[in-house]
């Protein structure tokens, strides 16, 4: 390609403004950046979890139940949508692993023996599968076997309905239905504390009182099937053998989570990019719109040479073009860093047998269409503006303006005002157009940063109110089966424990209308102390005689207000069909839940006192004690330790939500120094002249930088408040997007959000005071002075 003039001119022009370009440049590198580590993170998980699923026959609905014999199997096989159909036994277990003190749970699933399922197989890394006939074989999921370094051939030690049995471990596996390996009442996965075993059919049958009956059904479904006929279909048959509903994929933990994961980095995908590259938007705007401001004589220059409106708009569109692409590759770099990043992080907490983070070619050209529309959006109109004007009345120097005195001027401040100060103030009120767009980009650049430190406060937030506020006992028990209330005084006199409430919980499907949820019903004390309920004042509530308090997200996905009526269907024992009224609503961060008296749920139940576990809370100095008498207890199935889930959590958060939130805290300051830096290069280059003509007069150097610098520490306080509103509205849209049935980021502003704001910004215009002084040093008065008349 022959460079013509123009390209020329471009080449300089980039030279000239690199310093502005590159903090364009910053900006949008932020918004590709997030679009694509987003992009590329989600088309990782998305396929696979695909690849997983079908290569390893995940199935489509789970059915759980007391006991059915294996001869009903045949009549479920003849329902319409039936694809493929698996009878297993499932019973929880408790582990002992040689030097780990800790409780252990976990859940032991039966194989046919010595072969893979039909349904959920797995995929084995380590060993070989139990040999058929073997009763003490087992293979063990692998998060469990790493964290512990087992190795086909070691031994577990492990209680099934209450009976001790030593185990032999003769392979490690991954599963696609424990892809998210946490135990079912836990947020987060706890490699040490919970396991997933796989056994022979018969050996885990005659184990747990199973033989010739199975307690859970897989069912895949026939390609156009109609799922809910069939779950109907299932759950009226399988009632009468203890059926607790059938489940479909979203309501399997592992696949829950994961589902949420890839929701969040839709939203994250959305939101974020669009911020900043409407940011970019905005500030390649009001950039070019100056620039070509300034290049009027050169453009009319151009235009009476003969060059085409049409050839200029070009010119002035490859600029802005090739600050895009600049932005644009730094953003795919800055995103695939990212993205590997992530990599590390997401291997640790979803299991799938490969994930390979390859940055899609489709999202590369996706970012650029999105950078490339952002600046097309910001530029298109002053770069017509520029080029339709006629040769002769751009090569006029523009017109002088017709000032007076404003009302500031004529008020008593503005008389008490030194001169500096006036001057300041009149030019930013005899120009309100550019003062505003100045103080508009700034205070944008104030609300990301303040979103930024919206999510780091807001976590903390969510993980304080839920373990210091909620969850305040110390341990939780499970049993395995429901057990009298006479079994709390028995835990009242273990070592160590302080205070004792039980708990009865029971499936349910809540229905308002034509919506409905499948969750529990949790029965507690009518003032719980160690599980607290609370209001959207974070008050302990006391839980009412009759009716039910629901979360309140729960109520808004149910359409439901306080004194509606919910029909409850109880998915459990005689199956009763309940009518409660709601009488209040519970604010939690995590999870969503229904709860009542567990008196009044017991009689609802038309059962005696029975509870399905307790809380404890216990003396930390005799933890050890109180774990070896539960391990003696064989009613416990499961035993949580609190402190392990909010480290669990903690940790969690600390990995993925706020390390994002740390990258995009980085991202918004150097949009902040870039918006800053833009605003005031540009306004030493339209104030050249009038700043040379000062010294002229006789203003000194410092005299004149406080000029310059007062006007920028003006726009920089004018800005901060509007930037606060900023924050605010992109904090809420954020919140937003992210809540969800398994947590929600609570909506708090501390002081520290609206100060980190505040004090980014201003810790930006330092920076660029100093630079622009250099720049107010180096001025060339008479090169400034010069101008057509």
Same mark, same amino acid.
């Not at 790493?146 to 030690?157: I, M, N, R, W, Y």
């Not at 089966?481 to 835990?491: D, H, I, Q, S």
């Given at each position: 390609m022959k460079f013509?003039?123009? &390209? !020329?001119?471009?080449? *300089? +022009?980039?030279l000239r403004l690199k310093g502005q370009a590159l903090a364009i440049?910053?900006?949008i590198a932020s918004g590709v950046m997030t679009l694509v580590m987003s992009l590329t993170v989600l088309e990782a998980l998305t396929s696979s979890r695909d690849r997983f699923y079908a290569s390893h026959h995940y199935a489509d609905l789970f059915a759980d139940l007391k006991r059915a014999p294996l001869g009903l199997v045949e009549r479920l096989e003849t329902l319409d949508g039936v694809s493929r159909m698996e009878p297993r036994v499932r019973a929880p277990v408790r582990l002992a692993v040689t030097g780990f003190d800790d409780p252990v749970r976990g859940v032991m699933l039966s194989l046919p023996d010595g072969r893979q399922p039909n349904l959920n197989r797995l995929h084995l890394l380590a060993g070989s599968l139990p040999e058929v006939g073997r009763s003490d074989q087992a293979v063990v999921s692998d998060a469990f076997a790493?964290? &512990? @370094?087992?190795?086909? $051939? +070691?031994?577990?030690?492990a209680i099934i309905d209450g009976r001790e049995t030593r185990l032999l471990l003769s392979g490690i596996a991954r599963s696609p239905e424990v892809i998210y390996q946490a135990a079912p009442t836990d947020m987060l996965p706890d490699y040490h504390r919970y396991a997933t075993l796989w056994m022979n059919q018969r050996a885990l049958a005659s184990a747990f009182g199973m033989e010739g009956a199975f307690n859970q059904l897989l069912v895949t479904l026939q390609a156009g099937a109609d799922a809910d006929t069939l779950i109907d279909e299932l759950d009226l048959i399988l009632a009468r053998y203890g059926g607790t509903g059938t489940q479909t994929r979203h309501d399997q933990q592992s696949h829950r989570f994961l589902e949420e994961e890839l929701a969040q980095q839709r939203a994250q995908a959305t939101i974020l990019p669009t911020i900043f590259l409407a940011v970019s938007a905005f500030l390649l705007?009001? =950039?070019? $719109? *100056?620039?070509? #401001?300034? #290049?009027?004589?050169?453009?009319?220059?151009?235009?009476?040479? @003969?060059?085409?409106?049409?050839?200029?708009?070009? &010119?002035?569109?490859?600029?802005?073009?090739?600050?895009? /692409?600049?932005? !644009?590759?730094? @953003?795919?770099?800055?995103?695939? !860093?990212?993205?590997? $990043?992530? %990599?590390?992080?997401?291997? +640790?907490?979803f299991r799938f047998p490969e994930m390979h983070f390859r940055v899609p070619p489709w999202s590369m050209a996706l970012a650029l269409a999105v950078a490339g529309l952002a600046a097309l959006t910001g530029t298109w109109h002053a770069v017509w503006r520029a080029v339709r004007e006629p040769p002769a009345e751009a090569m006029r120097p523009p017109a002088p303006q017709r000032f007076r005195r404003t009302w500031l001027e004529r008020s008593p401040l503005g008389r008490a005002l030194g001169n500096e100060s006036r001057i300041i103030l009149r030019h930013l009120l005899r120009h309100p157009t550019k003062a505003a767009l100045s103080v508009t980009g700034i205070a944008l650049s104030a609300g990301l940063l303040m979103m930024g430190a919206y999510q780091l406060s807001a976590v903390e937030k969510m993980l304080d109110l839920q373990y210091r506020q909620v969850m305040r006992m110390d341990i939780e028990l499970t049993f395995g089966? =429901?057990?009298?209330?006479?079994?709390?005084?028995?835990?009242r006199h273990l070592p160590g424990v302080l205070a004792v409430e039980g708990w009865r919980r029971v499936p349910v499907t809540l229905s308002h209308g034509h919506r409905e949820y499948r969750t529990s019903l949790l029965g507690m004390d009518e003032q719980p102390s160690l599980r607290q309920v609370l209001d959207d004042q974070e008050r302990s509530q006391r839980l009412p005689a009759q009716g039910v308090m629901l979360t309140r997200f729960l109520a808004d996905h149910l359409q439901a207000e306080v004194g509606d009526t919910l029909q409850v269907a109880v998915m459990e024992g005689r199956r009763q069909h309940l009518q409660l009224t709601l009488t209040a609503l519970v604010d939690e961060p995590i999870g969503v839940g229904a709860y009542l008296q567990r008196d009044t749920l017991n009689a609802l139940l038309g059962e005696g006192p029975a509870i399905s576990g307790a809380w404890l809370l216990v003396d930390g100095d005799r933890q050890d004690a109180l774990n070896e008498a539960l391990n003696r207890m064989p009613a416990v199935a499961g035993i949580g330790q609190l402190a392990v889930a909010e480290r669990g959590i903690r940790d969690y958060m600390d990995e993925t939500i706020l390390m994002i939130a740390l990258v995009f805290v980085a991202l918004a300051a150097s949009i902040a120094f870039g918006v800053v830096y833009n605003n005031a290069r540009i306004a030493f280059a339209e104030r050249a002249r009038e700043l040379a003509t000062l010294r002229v007069l006789g203003y000194s150097r410092s005299e004149v930088? *406080?000029? /310059?610098?007062?006007?920028?520490?003006?726009?920089?306080?004018? %800005?901060?408040? /509007? $930037?606060w509103l900023f924050g605010t509205g992109f904090s809420a849209l954020l919140n937003q997007a992210f809540t969800n049935d398994l947590f929600r980021v609570p909506m708090v502003l501390t002081p520290h959000a609206f100060g980190f704001a505040a004090t980014g910004v201003i810790a930006a215009s330092a920076v660029v005071a100093v630079l622009v002084m250099r720049r107010l040093g180096r001025l060339d008065m008479v090169t400034a002075l010069k101008a057509v008349e």
């Open positions: 013509t003039t123009l &390209h !020329w001119k471009l080449l *300089r +022009d980039l440049a910053v900006v790493e964290a &512990h @370094g087992l190795v086909p $051939g +070691d031994t577990l030690e705007n009001v =950039v070019m $719109g *100056r620039i070509i #401001q300034t #290049q009027r004589e050169p453009l009319a220059m151009l235009k009476a040479f @003969g060059y085409r409106n049409g050839e200029l708009a070009r &010119h002035y569109g490859w600029l802005a073009a090739a600050i895009v /692409l600049l932005g !644009w590759a730094a @953003g795919v770099l800055l995103g695939a !860093w990212s993205a590997r $990043g992530l %990599a590390g992080i997401y291997s +640790d907490y089966e =429901v057990t009298p209330a006479r079994a709390l005084g028995e835990l930088a *406080r000029i /310059l610098l007062g006007e920028i520490a003006l726009i920089t306080a004018l %800005a901060i408040p /509007l $930037g």
